[in-house]
Nanobody, 120 residues
């Protein structure tokens, strides 16, 4: 079965960096786009970034453009989110998902999430 598992979250000071990883299994990873979303308490899940099946196309939310970088390793079935210059407003649970686009309904499988907390 399809499984997605995020890791790499934690507590970091503003201006710091974290790299999230998403390990996948149960499907042909190189055939699917992947995305990252986040959800803060009391807020809707929002799009962060996406990468197409080959890694040749990426997309970012305006709020993270220039600070976050998505990448993938099709040999290891991993997708990454490098987060630099973190801000307190980046605090949220971060989820990886299989699909492509900026809407949650465009993704069919989701991980359990990893918490990122940015202190000011």
């Amino acid at each position: 079965q399809v499984q997605l598992a995020e890791s790499g979250g934690g507590l970091v000071q503003a201006g710091g960096s974290l790299r999230l990883s998403c390990a996948t299994s149960g499907f042909t990873f190189s055939g699917y786009g992947m995305g990252w979303f986040r959800q803060a308490p009391g807020k809707e899940r929002e799009f962060v970034s996406a990468i197409n099946y080959s890694g040749s196309r990426t997309d970012y939310a305006d709020s993270v453009k220039g600070r976050f970088t998505i990448s993938r390793d099709n040999k290891k079935n991993l997708v990454y989110l490098q987060m630099n210059s973190l801000k307190p407003e980046d605090t949220a649970a971060y989820y990886c998902a299989r699909g492509w686009g900026s809407l949650p309904r465009q993704y069919d499988y989701w991980g359990q999430g990893t918490q990122v907390t940015v202190s000011s």
